[in-house]
């Protein structure tokens, strides 16, 4: 789990517990966003909210229909990604109240695990609520200079000429 991993001066952190949607929701959006810079994870999530973009997923696709694009399975899950935005918008603040810049923020550890369960009051005793923890850190990356590329001439030797 996060809270175990130390961070350095470079990382922020921040956690979701007891978030009101399916770990599996979770987990598929998680390895969606994943290693990516938070703008686009921003973007990414903006679109599945919006219902433009679906999250593609590819571990928990029990009769789940293709849907349009270059992608095999998905689904819209507003309600997640929004829970999932608001902890991402947590790290970032946290970054940016540590001094860190928020545009070169890279998602280095990204997680869902299943919560405790909670069962319903009343007459809806039965069914249990889902619950997940959600985990961000997030890593200011090195900013990269695109160095330019100086094509040099090799001097060729003339090769002697065979009689």
Excluded: W
């Excluded at 599945?48 to 899950?77: C, D, E, Q, V």
């Amino acid at each position: 789990m996060a809270h175990h991993l130390p961070t350095t001066e470079t990382q922020a952190k921040a956690f979701g517990r007891e978030l009101p949607l399916s770990s599996k929701q979770g987990i598929e959006i998680c390895n969606r966003l994943r290693g990516r810079s938070v703008q686009q994870a921003k973007k990414i999530l903006d679109d599945a909210i919006t219902f433009k973009r679906a999250i593609p997923f590819k571990r928990f696709t029990n009769a789940l229909g293709h849907k349009p694009g270059k992608m095999a399975s998905g689904r819209y899950h507003p309600k997640a990604c929004t829970l999932i935005k608001m902890v991402l918008a947590s790290a970032e603040a946290n970054a940016l109240n540590k001094g860190l810049g928020t545009q070169h923020l890279m998602i280095k550890h990204l997680s869902a695990q299943k919560a405790g369960n909670q069962n319903h009051m009343g007459s809806r005793r039965g069914i249990r609520m889902r619950r997940t923890h959600i985990e961000v850190i997030l890593e200011s990356a090195p900013i990269e200079q695109k160095e330019k590329k100086t094509q040099t001439k090799k001097e060729t030797t003339p090769k002697a000429e065979t009689p």
